[in-house]
């Protein structure tokens, strides 16, 4: 990933979850290793939480952790923390891509599908966004622009 990229993927990422409100409320806190954590740690926590409540199945429960580990790397990007943009940014495109799954998962297909363009306006060949994309177009009987991003997909990753 260059540099420009990463830097205009991270503005548009902390915009997009600074003022795009959550539907989840904060019940969530986890009290445990978060009390005196640095952002990044906790934004790993609720990252790691989510992965693990979305293999339990309990995806509404993984998409509020998703959701609030991006709130919490919006308000890293608001303070300007000295981090790597690259590192930073792969995250973001991490925790879009999972609450894009589990949007699909609880047939919020219009959701993925925001989740999956907004990384791929800034990163065109990314084959899991691109399979997400496909997934929620096919979902929302969009079957020809379904079969166009699988074909895209083909050509990133035969």
Do not use: W
């Not at 420009?4 to 009290?31: I, M, P, Q």
């Not at 799954?101 to 306006?121: E, H, P, Q, T, W």
Request: aromatic share 12%; hydrophobic share 45%; proline share 3%.
């Amino acid at each position: 990933m260059n540099h420009t990229s990463c830097a205009e993927f991270l503005e548009f990422f902390g915009y997009f979850h600074g003022c795009v409100g959550s539907k989840y409320d904060d019940s969530l806190n986890l009290v445990f290793s978060l009390l005196y954590a640095s952002p990044i740690s906790k934004i790993h926590t609720f990252k790691d939480l989510g992965n693990y409540l979305f293999r339990q199945n309990q995806f509404v429960e993984a998409s509020a952790c998703y959701d609030k580990a991006c709130r919490l790397l919006s308000d890293v990007l608001k303070d300007g923390f000295d981090l790597d943009l690259n590192s930073l940014s792969s995250l973001a495109i991490y925790l879009c891509l999972n609450l894009a799954a589990s949007a699909i998962k609880l047939r919020a297909f219009d959701g993925a599908l925001i989740l999956c363009s907004m990384v791929l306006n800034f990163y065109p060949r990314h084959a899991k966004a691109l399979f997400r994309k496909a997934v929620a177009l096919r979902n929302l009987n969009k079957l020809p622009e379904a079969r166009c991003t699988l074909e895209e997909l083909v050509s990133v990753e035969p």
